[in-house]
């Protein structure tokens, strides 16, 4: 484990317009595994309630956001709504997040489930999982080869 790598659970989340994945890490920081797809709520703060809850039953210390972002490297229409959750969130918990950039997170958990024989349909309900695992697990390594948190901080 690098010098710099810091202790604590970490929760991977992937914003998604009907849909947020949640992953979690081990507290060392080796593994992500996925926890819950939670519904998302336009209209009000019931998926930042459930989500909250799960960071203060697993003792989260620091949320990892995914931030989609164009393979042009430009914005896209989910990336302000990606950092508007990001900073309800880190408001409503009182943890720390980062915004890391999630380029094709997606796209890579359709294709392992696919690679499992999982078809499209029964696919709907993990694949934000699977994206929220893939994520996390990134960040989990890049700060472990760097020895620096990934991504950008939250201003709540």
């Known amino acids: 484990m690098s010098e710099g790598f810091r202790r604590g659970v970490r929760l991977g989340i992937d914003v998604g317009k009907a849909r947020v994945g949640v992953a979690r890490s081990d507290p ?3 593994l992500a595994t996925p926890v819950e797809t939670v519904p998302r709520d336009l209209g009000g703060d019931s998926d930042i309630a459930v989500i909250g809850a799960i960071a203060s039953e697993l003792g989260a210390v620091e949320l990892v956001v995914g931030l989609p972002i164009a393979l042009s490297g430009k914005d896209t229409a989910s990336t302000q709504d990606a950092r508007d959750f990001a900073r309800r969130l880190a ?16 796209v890579t958990a359709h294709s392992a489930l696919r690679s ?13 999982q699977v994206a929220a695992v893939i994520l996390l697990q990134y960040a989990l390594d890049a700060e472990r080869g760097s020895g620096r948190p990934p991504g950008t901080p939250v201003e709540p």
């Open 116 to 128: 499992a024989g999982k078809r499209q349909k029964q696919t709907r309900s993990i694949v934000d």
């Open 28 to 30: 060392d920081g080796l």
């Open 91 to 106: 408001t409503a918990t009182a943890l720390p997040a980062r915004l890391v950039d999630e380029r094709l997170t997606t």
